[in-house]
């Protein structure tokens, strides 16, 4: 009678061992679900309607490029961010930092278009969104206030206002000095000699900030000569930057200038803002 007893205690043991071995086991299955996320992205998103706009620039315009081919295009209804990523949002969605001027309300610079789009994926899997980088037409559309009434910079026609819109470069002293064949060499100062935060300066019609001057911004697209027109030198790899920097001049900061960068290069005077569908 006790030599079952003993038996049977062993039995009891090994089964539930073996069930216990078999059996989901709800706290360890718990344990291993990803943590929601807690990113905190707070990014002003201005939608526009689209509509139909003259793309690059007349060819009477006396300090245009040859790749600003004049031509109508139709845009379909997008958001575009009111401003420049910033340092801290950056921050917040790769765990580092890698501008040269720091500051977290400054634009984020020293990101290779290779780097953004791994931001973009990151930020959208982060927060259940779909930004992606603004097209150069949404860019180009944004910039210069939509359909109509466009402006010849972000904000303004007149270069001596530019400074009022846009951190571009100016010299330390020295009197401005208007326009010299298309070029504004001297503009008046616009307070900053390097980056500038992203919340700065006048917005343009749209309530956009920063579109002309501050960082260059990074477009989704390669640099390619327009649908329609007279082929030029494309850089076939290359992706496009558009609005000009604090370094550059008046002129490169026209909505319609173009520029294109190696998307594995990064520069202190390149960053980018987001856009959706
Ligand atoms: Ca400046
Ligand atoms: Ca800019």
Redesign the pocket.
């Known amino acids: 009678m006790i030599f079952r007893t003993i038996l049977s205690f062993h039995f009891l043991i090994i089964f539930t061992l073996s069930l216990d071995a078999q059996a989901p086991n709800p706290l360890r299955g718990h344990a291993r679900r990803p943590k929601p996320s807690k990113l905190v992205f707070n990014y002003p998103i201005i939608r526009l309607e689209g509509g139909d706009f003259t793309m690059g620039s007349p060819d009477t315009a006396t300090d245009r490029n040859d790749d600003e081919c004049h031509h109508n295009i139709t845009i379909a209804a997008f958001g575009i961010g009111m401003y420049e990523i910033s340092q801290d949002q950056w921050t917040e969605v790769m765990g580092y930092n890698p501008s040269h001027f720091t500051g977290v309300t400054l634009p984020v610079e020293q990101v290779s278009w290779e780097e953004v789009q791994l931001f973009i994926k990151n930020l959208n899997e982060k927060t259940g969104k779909h930004y992606r980088l603004p097209t150069e037409a949404e860019w180009e559309f944004a910039a210069g206030g939509g359909s109509k009434n466009r402006t010849k910079y972000a904000g303004t026609n007149n270069p001596l206002e530019l400074h009022k819109f846009a951190?571009?470069?100016?010299p330390k002293t020295g009197t401005p000095i208007p326009i010299v064949n298309g070029e504004f060499v001297y503009p008046p100062t616009?307070?900053?000699?390097t980056t500038?935060p992203v919340k700065n300066y006048k917005p343009n019609s749209l309530g956009i900030y920063n579109m002309s001057g501050n960082v260059w911004e990074w477009c989704q697209d390669r640099y390619l000569p327009y649908d329609g027109c007279r082929s030029h030198d494309a850089a076939l790899i290359s992706r496009v930057v558009r609005g000009g920097s604090?370094v550059n001049s008046a002129r490169m900061c026209r909505v319609a200038n173009r520029g294109l960068n190696a998307p594995e290069l990064k520069y202190d005077l390149i960053g980018f803002r987001l856009a959706e569908d």
Do not use: C, I
Request: no cysteine.
């Open positions: 951190n571009f470069y100016h616009d307070g900053y000699q500038a604090w």
